[in-house]
C-alpha cells in the first residue's frame, strides 16, 4: 500500500471517530460502498472509473485510494494506466501531473516485473 494511501486511511480513520464528523463520514462510506458494488459495472470496472476521475479532478488522496483498491479489485497494471490516460485526455494539462502521481502509485502497489 502507497504512502500516501496510507496517509488518506488514517485521514478517514480520524473523520470516523470525531464527534462532529462521525455520522457524515458513516453516511459517506455507506455511499461509497454502495457505489462500488458489483452491478451492471464491477467492482473493478468503477474503481477505473474512479482513478480517471480522481485524477481529472486532482485528489491526490482519492488517487492513491482508487488505485490501490482497482488492484485490489483485480485489475491489471495496464488497464490502471489506460484509465489514467483517459484522465488525461479528459482533464487537459493539469491531469498530467496528477496522471503522473498516479503511475507512481501504480509503481508502488503494482511494479513494473521483468
Known amino acids: ?3 500516501a494511501r496510507d496517509e488518506f486511511a488514517a ?3 480520524r473523520l470516523a471517530k470525531e464527534p ?8 459517506f462510506n455507506a455511499l461509497h460502498e454502495a ?3 458489483d ?5 473493478r470496472e468503477k474503481e477505473l472509473i474512479a482513478v480517471a476521475i480522481a485524477v481529472a479532478t ?7 485510494w482508487h488505485v490501490g483498491g482497482a488492484l485490489d479489485a483485480g485489475a ?5 494506466a489506460e484509465a489514467v490516460g483517459v484522465a488525461v485526455m479528459m482533464g ?4 498530467t501531473y496528477y496522471g503522473s502521481h498516479a503511475l507512481g502509485y501504480l509503481d508502488e502497489d503494482a511494479p513494473v516485473s521483468g
Open 1 to 3: 500500500m502507497s504512502h
Open 92 to 95: 487537459g494539462g493539469p491531469a
Open 58 to 64: 486532482h485528489c491526490e488522496g482519492c488517487i492513491a
Open 35 to 37: 457505489a462500488l458494488h
Open 20 to 27: 462532529g464528523t462521525r455520522d457524515v463520514f458513516r453516511a
Open 11 to 13: 485521514g478517514l480513520g
Open 76 to 80: 491489471e497494471r495496464a488497464e490502471v
Open 39 to 43: 452491478g451492471a459495472l464491477t467492482r
